[in-house]
């Protein structure tokens, strides 16, 4: 059986996770943010979706245990797709 072909993502500060199972998230939301980092990337849009809650809730478990997590909110604007915006620190 062969491994799937890894997703090149773009590393801009938004992450859709739509492109992602929830498995994946859990690996996946720390790395992209030290990414960020190593760009001087320090807002951070993470795109989950509105369902149920169930990602939104995991993304905000990760980002309150990152220690490079400043703070997060919920978006507020009309566009936001039920996404998460986190700010990094700056080092």
């Known amino acids: 059986m062969d491994e799937p072909e890894p997703i ?4 801009d500060g ?3 996770l739509h492109l992602f199972s929830p498995n994946e ?4 939301i720390p790395d992209y943010i030290e990414a960020c980092l190593e760009k001087g990337i320090y807002s951070v849009r993470i795109i989950h979706g509105k369902g ?3 990602l939104r809730r995991l993304v905000h478990s990760i ?6 997590v400043v703070s997060y909110r919920l978006a507020d604007d009309s ?3 039920g996404a998460t915006l986190a700010e ?3 080092n």
Request: charge should be neutral; avoid cysteine.
């Open 25 to 28: 998230v859990k690996d996946l």
């Open 8 to 11: 090149e993502l773009p590393i």
């Open 14 to 16: 938004i992450l859709d």
């Open 79 to 81: 566009s936001s797709w």
């Open 88 to 90: 990094l620190k700056r």
């Open 63 to 68: 980002l309150e245990k990152h220690s490079e």
């Open 52 to 54: 149920k809650g169930v």
